[in-house]
């Protein structure tokens, strides 16, 4: 983090701060059954549900030894929760997250975050004059949502995206979400289709279930789709008549528990979680330090080249005029020493000018992308999309930053700082995924209790 914030790197500041608790985030479609999923998994009625949008707000839900609520304010402000980061997202969504703790639930070690239900609106969302990280859903919603959804996502130890018969992936925002919002992050993305036991007819949950798939496809740029949970949540008694339903059901009713066991794994998987979030924020680092030196060292080229001309030329002119004035032309040398000042002043303006362009031209999409290939060819020529897929993340604000401040002011990693990013990545990261996994039925406080006895 020290890096970091040298070098105005990628990551936001605080970023090696994590939540209180593991949780499980929800994102969907409006009345997809979300708020009745979490009212399900925590069996108490916590969540309002109903078929119009009944909630937009994030809301939080926490077990605590009694039933409490508190507002945004109170929320993003506590120190200790670890929502503290989302002020920078402004007041408008300070004022619609809100808190819920709740005692004698079913899930006393994680927390389940509800999001508002997302649907398209007629104002349009190309809002003129906001940067592209902030232009989707701010005229709709007050905040930067996408941002605000991936901020959550990011931290999160399960995701669940809800779809429901009625829009199975029809509506425009909920499919910008998962592009946007929820790339990268397949490892702990569940999508699930909810109220599957809507259907009344084969055929119309062939054409929902088909519809959905179609429109995934045009987002997931794979041959291969996800897994999609079909489930439904149980009515009043449906639970205990599960023995008389018909096969389809038991097979809802079958991937509904699959689903919530994904759900109770959360604080299991908040340590993966943790250290595939540090390699990944370790990695956007390291391409950031290694483009940002590059570029500079090429811009210092030019400028130290640039310097050395002027000088030579003045000193041309010194020289000139220290050879006129020893054979005792002193008119001359006066003459010789102007004319050398003048071309050093008049070839420093020309460079200024030239190394302004330079700059300019470093900078720009053009610029950064010869760089890229120019650092990282042997992983291109390998054809390597881990590598693709970072750059992509890291072009946009590498740019940023660097018009920002101006190469000029800059601050540049030392090689001992990039040295020091590879060996986490060699060194320490590989460690963690050791002691991390199971192995003999280890957990991960034996092993590195193990690791520590033996001075390691």
């Not at 009625?166 to 990268?184: M, Y």
């Not at 003045?314 to 020893?326: E, K, L, Q």
């Not at 039925?441 to 193990?450: A, E, K, S, T």
């Amino acid at each position: 983090m020290p890096l970091n914030t040298k070098i105005r790197g990628p990551l936001e500041k605080n970023s090696d701060k994590t939540t209180d608790l593991p949780f499980v985030f929800l994102v969907g479609n409006h009345s997809s059954g979300k708020s009745s999923f979490i009212n399900h998994v925590l069996g108490r009625r916590i969540q309002t549900a109903g078929v119009a949008p009944t909630d937009d707000c994030f809301t939080v839900v926490a077990p605590g030894p009694s039933d409490i609520d508190q507002d945004g304010p109170a929320l993003i402000g506590d120190p200790d929760m670890g929502f503290s980061n989302l002020r920078h997202f402004g007041p408008s969504l300070i004022h619609h997250t809100r808190l819920k703790i709740r005692k004698e639930t079913n899930a006393p070690g994680f927390m389940m975050i509800d999001s508002p239900g997302m649907i398209d609106s007629p104002v349009t969302q190309n809002t003129i004059g906001l940067s592209s990280v902030g232009r989707n859903n701010v005229m709709d919603r007050g905040y930067d949502f996408e941002g605000v959804v991936r901020w959550f996502a990011e931290r999160a130890d399960v995701i669940l995206l809800f779809f429901d018969p009625d829009k199975p992936g029809t509506t425009g925002e909920t499919l910008s979400i998962l592009v946007n919002s929820l790339g990268g992050m397949d490892h702990k993305l569940y999508i699930v289709l909810n109220k599957a036991d809507q259907f009344k007819k084969i055929h119309d949950f062939a054409r929902a279930y088909g519809s959905l798939c179609w429109n995934l496809s045009k987002v997931i740029p794979r041959k291969d789709l996800p897994r999609i949970y079909t489930m439904c949540l149980p009515v009043a008694g449906g639970e205990a008549s599960e023995g008389s339903l018909k096969e389809g059901l038991k097979d809802l009713h079958q991937t509904r528990h699959d689903v919530v066991s994904e759900v109770m794994k959360a604080p299991a998987r908040r340590i993966d979680n943790a250290i595939t979030r540090l390699g990944d924020s370790i990695n956007l680092l390291l391409m950031h330090s290694k483009l940002t030196r590059e570029t500079l060292k090429q811009y210092k080229g030019v400028m130290w080249r640039n310097r050395a001309e002027v000088g030579l030329v003045g000193m041309a002119g010194v020289g000139a005029g220290a050879g006129a004035f020893s054979l005792g032309v002193p008119q001359a040398a006066v003459g010789c020493a102007g004319v050398g000042f003048l071309g050093a002043v008049g070839l420093g303006i020309w460079n200024g000018q030239k190394l302004k362009e330079e700059e300019k031209r470093l900078l720009s999409e053009d610029g950064l992308e010869q760089t890229f290939r120019r650092v990282y060819s042997r992983q291109i020529s390998e054809g390597d999309e881990f590598t693709a897929s970072f750059w992509g993340r890291t072009r946009e604000p590498l740019r940023m930053n660097l018009t920002a401040m101006g190469l000029e002011n800059a601050e540049d990693a030392t090689a001992k700082d990039i040295a020091g990013l590879e060996a986490i990545l060699e060194d320490d990261i590989p460690r963690l995924r050791r002691l991390a996994s199971p192995k003999k039925g280890l957990g991960f406080r034996d092993l590195l209790q193990g690791e520590t006895n033996k001075g390691e």
